[in-house]
């Protein structure tokens, strides 16, 4: 079977870091083209300014791999669809849950793959441990997601602004992981949102669940921090103590190390997943991490805090 030919539009650091390694290595995928106003790319593929320049060149085209902000990419997802291309969404799919909902029938209307993508699930730690505590009953669990927004989000003001998601842009990563391994449902109950002067978007974040565990479950969401990040989520069950570290990529029971994945692998599986989903005709969107964040933002207390240079 041909390979699928992709084009990645929003060639930043995830595109580059991540997207791109991630496609050449994939069986079933090829990398054809990028879409970007700054006019990078990697050596050797042609680079477009928009997805109109592109469908007017000789390049075929199978799927387009958005990794745009969030707000205005429904649009974008939308016009790709529209000249038969599939769409994949980096994480978060949308700026908001009706557009997200509303671009999945319009996949199906056009027999379209639609993948909204959240590469934080996407380790082998994060199956084992959804797999682990399938039958175990959760007392709680804890959310602690720090790091540098200057390190991991250089240059991304538009990570403040409305629709930009703030701190919850990494945070959803957490969420993401949480909603796929917790066997229950839970749901924020309350929030705290903390919002330097300068910004619309939150820089930090403090968030309770309720469920079937009672409440003891939380999360803490800061881009403020200096030192090494900490991607960190425990869960207590009646009888053990298990830890997902470093992203989702460590897993740890009862203090021994079960299993530890190299972050990179998470988006050649994404792409893999991806190939098997145009192939068979399917689509795949979760929106689950998109509706607790959406209600984070719904419910939670703003509190300004000083200004800060993201």
């Known amino acids: 079977m041909s390979n699928k030919r992709i084009a990645i539009m929003g060639y930043g650091k995830i595109a580059k870091d991540q997207h791109v390694p991630a496609i050449i290595k994939t069986d079933g995928a090829e990398l054809v083209a990028i879409v970007s106003s700054r006019r990078d790319s990697p050596d050797g593929i042609p680079v477009f300014s928009s997805l109109l320049e592109l469908a007017e060149s000789n390049i075929a085209v ?3 791999a958005l990794c745009t902000p969030p707000k205005g990419r429904a649009d974008i997802a939308r016009e790709a669809m529209s000249r038969g291309w599939h769409v994949l969404l980096e994480k978060p799919p949308g700026a908001t849950i009706m557009e997200v909902e509303q671009l999945s029938g319009y996949a199906v209307s056009t027999g379209r793959t639609l993948f909204a993508t959240w590469h934080a699930q996407y380790n082998a730690a994060v199956d084992k441990a959804a797999t ?6 959760i007392s709680s669990f804890a959310i602690d997601w720090r790091e540098n927004v200057r390190k991991w989000h250089p240059g991304q003001t538009w990570l403040w602004q409305a629709g930009g998601f703030g701190v ?12 796929k391994i917790i066997p229950v449902d839970f749901h924020v109950d309350q929030a705290s949102l903390f919002v330097a002067e300068n910004h619309q978007a939150p820089i930090a974040a403090n968030i309770s669940f309720s469920g079937a565990f009672a409440k003891n479950a939380s999360a803490e969401f800061d881009f403020r921090t200096t030192g090494d990040e900490i991607w960190t989520i425990k869960v207590k069950t ?12 460590l897993l740890k029971i009862d203090g021994e190390t079960v299993l530890e994945q190299h972050a990179d692998e998470e988006y050649s599986t994404i792409y893999a997943r991806f190939v ?7 689509s795949d969107v979760d929106l689950a991490p998109l509706k607790l964040t959406a209600d984070a933002f719904m419910i939670g207390e703003r509190h300004n805090v000083a200004p800060f240079a993201g």
Request: charged letters at 20%; glycine letters at 10%; hydrophobic letters at 40%.
């Open 62 to 64: 199978d799927a387009v």
């Open 132 to 137: 682990f505590l399938a039958d175990q009953e």
């Open 168 to 179: 919850f842009d990494p945070g959803i990563n957490a969420l993401s992981i949480a909603t």
């Open 238 to 249: 009646k009888t053990h103590l298990l830890r997902l570290e470093q992203g989702g990529s």
């Open 276 to 282: 098997e989903l145009m192939q068979n005709g399917q």
